[in-house]
Nanobody, 122 residues
C-alpha cells in the first residue's frame, strides 16, 4: 500500500509565494520520474515540473524562472517552490510518481496525490 500525501496549497495575492509538498509513504522500494502536474478550470492537465530518473529537472515554459522543484530523498518527499505567482497559475496541483513496491517488486505503478488547490487573486 502506497500513498502520496499533498499539502501547501492556499489562497495568495499576485506576486506571492507558496511551497507544495508531496510525501510518499508505504512499502517503497524505489521512486522514479516524480513530478508535479496542474489542471486549471476548463483546461487539460499539464506537466509543471519534474525529475527524470537521472536526476535532471524540467519545467513548463510558463513557470521557468519562477518555480523550483527539489526533493529530500531521505523523506521520500518532493517540493514545488512557487514564487511570483500569477492568476493564471490558479489550478489544482497534483503530485505524480512511478513507484516500485517491495511486495510487487517486478514492476512500477503510477500513483497520484489527491490534489491541492492553489488560487492566486489579482
Amino acid at each position: 500500500q502506497v500513498q502520496l500525501g499533498e499539502s501547501g496549497g492556499g489562497l495568495v495575492q499576485t506576486g506571492g509565494s507558496l511551497r507544495l509538498s508531496c510525501a510518499a509513504s508505504g512499502s517503497i522500494l524505489s521512486i522514479n520520474n516524480m513530478g508535479w502536474y496542474r489542471q486549471a478550470p476548463g483546461k487539460q492537465r499539464e506537466l509543471v515540473a519534474g525529475f527524470t530518473s537521472g536526476g535532471s529537472t524540467n519545467y513548463a515554459d510558463s513557470v521557468k524562472g519562477r518555480f523550483t522543484i527539489y526533493r529530500d530523498n531521505a523523506k521520500n518527499t518532493v517540493y514545488l517552490q512557487m514564487n511570483s505567482l500569477k492568476p493564471e497559475d490558479t489550478a489544482v496541483y497534483y503530485c505524480n510518481a512511478r513507484i516500485v513496491t517491495r511486495e510487487i517488486y517486478w514492476r512500477a505503478d503510477d500513483y497520484w496525490g489527491q490534489g491541492t488547490q492553489v488560487t492566486v487573486s489579482s
